[in-house]
């Protein structure tokens, strides 16, 4: 499907009596009440417990009797594929998106799996440095075009300390961006993450995309950006 022709199929899905071709059978799946949806990032190091913020945040959701749709990147399997997994061992599933997949087209796919009188209330994305310029594009436009909320979780920067594509386009952007903060070992403010080898050296060197558990949280002195870009040795 053409993401410029989905506007078009969700008017068509959607009951709107001024659209000619709507579906009378289906009511409006847009929120009601004039509010803006709205695109959240929240950012910090590894191990802040973004996961478990997202976890929870579903979790309310859920507790009120609404419904959430939860993406995570295809290429983060360290717990199974389509697993949203934290630190603390919280668990929900996921659906996992590949490279240059739409999240639009596939929120649409799944709001027409519902019941005539059921809407999706909030969408969740783990992971979302991982996402590319249109997959965020795309999380745009499902709080524009259909008013659902998304919330999105996320690294700032790699282990290089350059900006992950999909952290870059939220920051220009969310609506709202929030910080999640967490200390280092040493009890600094952490905002970098540090790879470390065998050893627990940190390196700087390898593939950006390097999933795995041997990151961890430190300060921007301690992960020294100078070496880190190449600038000194």
């Not at 436009?141 to 659902?148: K, M, N, Q, T, Y």
Request: proline content about 5%; glycine content about 8%; overall charge neutral.
């Amino acid at each position: 499907m053409h993401w410029g022709s989905l506007a078009q199929l969700v008017e068509q899905w959607t009951f709107n009596p001024s659209v000619r071709g709507s579906n009378p059978r289906r009511p409006n799946l847009r929120r009601i009440g004039g509010l803006m949806a709205k695109l959240h990032f929240f950012y910090a190091p590894v191990n802040a417990g973004k996961t478990a913020y997202l976890i929870h945040a579903d979790h309310a959701y859920h507790l009120r009797g609404l419904r959430t749709l939860r993406f995570t990147p295809l290429c983060d399997d360290r717990f199974g594929v389509g697993k949203i997994r934290s630190r603390v061992g919280l668990e929900i599933e996921a659906i996992a998106l590949a490279s240059g997949a739409c999240p639009l087209e596939r929120t649409v796919a799944e709001m027409l799996k519902l019941p005539a009188d059921s809407k999706i209330d909030c969408i969740f994305v783990d992971e979302a440095q991982f996402l590319d310029r249109l997959q965020i594009i795309s999380l745009c436009r499902i709080c524009d075009e259909l008013e659902i909320p998304v919330m999105a979780y996320g690294l700032r920067s790699d282990f290089k300390g350059s900006p992950f594509e999909g952290s870059s386009y939220l920051f220009a952007w969310a609506d709202h961006i929030q910080e999640i903060k967490t200390v280092s070992a040493t009890g600094e403010t952490a905002t970098m993450n540090a790879r470390l080898d065998a050893n627990k050296q940190q390196v700087y060197e390898g593939a950006v995309v390097d999933i795995g558990l041997h990151y961890e949280p430190v300060s921007r002195k301690t992960f020294n950006l100078p070496k880190a870009q190449g600038v000194v040795s």
